[in-house]
């Protein structure tokens, strides 16, 4: 893991205060909204130019873990999202369904970064990214027809529409750079190059981008944050002890532990906005849910990642 991958979450906390300054200047205020979605097209393309779809069997050399973090992450987080913002934001439907957006997509990501501090299995976590990022390409769509569809009016044309323009297309071009473009054209082999080397600085410019577009409604609706906290403090401290008793239940070692909860707690913020403001344009809460929950995410990652050294076994 590189330098730069390492201080990954400072850049992070760097794009936010970026953001939410720039986010105080009306042009920057008004127009942030219009990089998202092209930041985050450019860093799939990148991820998908770095991963091997051929591969996803890697992940299941390890079956147990495999099996148990996909279950959470697509069978039993789902339901506890809507259950959580049907006790917690049953009067604010649109924060519901951000909060629905952002528990259904697994971190593709900066979950690998606080494995790596939690001195967890990167290898095994880097294994469980291709099938993170595909189930939930396939799947989002499926969750919103049906935790969210009564909440709020959901076009299903225009949502497929998003999905597949933010999250296939650069699959698609991703596929194609592989499989067509030569080495042997080094000019486009190495600008191909550059891109996937790269492709965090287009998730600091989407997110930097992300609380620039939203900030300034985050900063005059302060109670939003609070009525967005309960919910998303909940679901981060039930996963993290689900996780545990998963772990001490299937005997697992602790890097497997640190992976598991990592996995299974940290959530694609970025990649859900990109659909939010595509699909659901005249609804500014559901976008500004995700930048909340994105503001939450990351201390508690950060303390989630220090808890599990704590619980680390001592080496004798």
């Not at 924060?95 to 606080?114: A, E, H, R, S």
């Not at 009564?150 to 999905?163: D, F, G, H, Q, T």
């Not at 609070?226 to 001490?248: D, E, Y």
């Not at 697992?252 to 996995?263: D, G, K, R």
Request: hydrophobic content about 60%; overall charge positive; aromatic content about 12%.
């Amino acid at each position: 893991m590189s330098r730069t991958e390492k201080l990954q979450s400072l850049w992070i906390v760097a794009a936010i205060f970026m953001g939410l300054t720039l986010g105080q200047v009306a042009w920057f205020s008004k127009n942030a909204i219009y990089w998202i979605v092209p930041s985050l097209m450019v860093m799939l393309y990148g991820i998908f130019l770095n991963i091997s779809l051929t591969r996803l069997t890697t992940a299941f050399q390890n079956y147990k873990v495999t099996g148990l973090s996909l279950g959470i992450n697509f069978l039993w987080t789902p339901i506890l999202a809507w259950g959580l913002g049907a006790i917690f934001l049953r009067d604010i439907p649109d924060i519901w369904v951000g909060l629905i957006m952002l528990m259904v997509t697994p971190c593709t990501d900066w979950y690998l970064i606080f494995t790596s501090i939690a001195q967890g299995d990167v290898a095994l976590a880097t294994a469980l990214l291709p099938w993170n990022l595909l189930l939930q390409v396939i799947l989002l769509p499926v969750y919103l027809l049906i935790f969210a569809d009564k909440l709020v009016n959901i076009n299903a044309v225009i949502l497929l529409e998003s999905v597949v323009f933010v999250l296939f297309v650069p699959m698609l071009l991703a596929f194609i750079s592989k499989r067509l473009i030569q080495p042997a054209n080094r000019a486009w082999h190495r600008f191909i190059l550059k891109i996937a080397a790269n492709q965090l600085l287009f998730l600091y410019v989407a997110i930097a981008a992300m609380f620039a577009s939203q900030g300034k409604i985050l900063i005059e609706r302060p109670e939003l944050l609070l009525k967005m906290l309960i919910p998303v403090l909940m679901f981060f401290s039930i996963n993290f002890w689900l996780g545990q008793l998963i772990g001490r239940l299937a005997h697992f070692s602790y890097e497997e532990v640190a992976c598991f909860n990592c996995t299974t707690l940290a959530r694609n913020s970025p990649i859900s906005l990109a659909i939010a403001t595509s699909a659901f344009p005249e609804q500014p809460l559901i976008a500004l849910a995700l930048v909340i929950g994105a503001l939450i995410e990351l201390p508690v990652l950060f303390v989630v990642s220090q808890i599990l050294l704590l619980l680390r076994p001592k080496k004798r």
